[in-house]
């Protein structure tokens, strides 16, 4: 197999933003469910996470994941999808798609509060910024839960700990330090 086809085979994680007419956000979240319970029938979707907007916001922003860029392809093309996208239409005043993206799984964490990063940082600009997102998470673990934690079983205690480390990396800690760390992670050329 060549590169170009290995590349071609590995998932890939897409960005869609949608803006939301103001009064529409109602029936645009029923929309969303709607179309969401198509994807996850459609032979090769992963998975996809919706972030809704800031208070005040009408950014609406999709995450999603196919087997490979072929998958996508056929979700994209499919009648489904035209004759939702068409429904949204009136709900929404602007609609943004992003091109394809291949990525490794952190990059969602990495995209700052407004924006859609198309390019994510260097792998290992992610994997400081990530260690300095625990570092913190950890002091509290050790100082005041691990005594409690100690107390479950063995097999309940990394889940106790992924519950509490992946909700407050995911939203609290990473999009500040993203935001922080933006010079950094997103240079100006």
């Given at each position: ?23 529409k956000?109602k029936?645009?979240?029923e ?19 919706w ?14 994941k ?63 910024a ?45 999009p ?11 240079p100006?050329?």
């Open positions: 197999m060549t590169q170009k086809e290995s590349h071609h085979h590995q998932p890939i994680t897409l960005v869609f933003t949608f803006t939301v007419k103001k009064g956000e029936e645009f979240e929309w969303a469910h709607e179309i969401t319970h198509e994807e996850q029938h459609f032979e090769g979707h992963l998975g996809n996470n972030i809704k907007p800031v208070p005040g916001g009408r950014d609406y922003t999709v995450i999603y196919f087997i490979d860029a072929q998958h996508f392809h056929k979700w994209e093309n499919s009648d489904i999808r035209k004759k939702l996208l068409k429904k949204v239409e009136p709900l929404i005043q602007e609609y943004r798609p992003q091109r394809l993206q291949q990525v490794t799984g952190l990059e969602t964490w990495f995209t700052l509060p407004g924006k859609i990063t198309v390019k994510p940082p260097p792998r290992w600009k992610m994997v400081i990530t260690m300095i997102g625990i570092y913190p998470i950890g002091l509290i673990y050790q100082a005041y839960l691990v005594d409690a934690i100690l107390k479950l079983p063995l097999l309940l205690r990394p889940i106790a700990l992924s519950l509490m480390l992946t909700p407050i990396l995911t939203y609290i800690i990473m500040q330090l993203t935001k922080l760390l933006q010079p950094w992670l997103y100006k050329k």
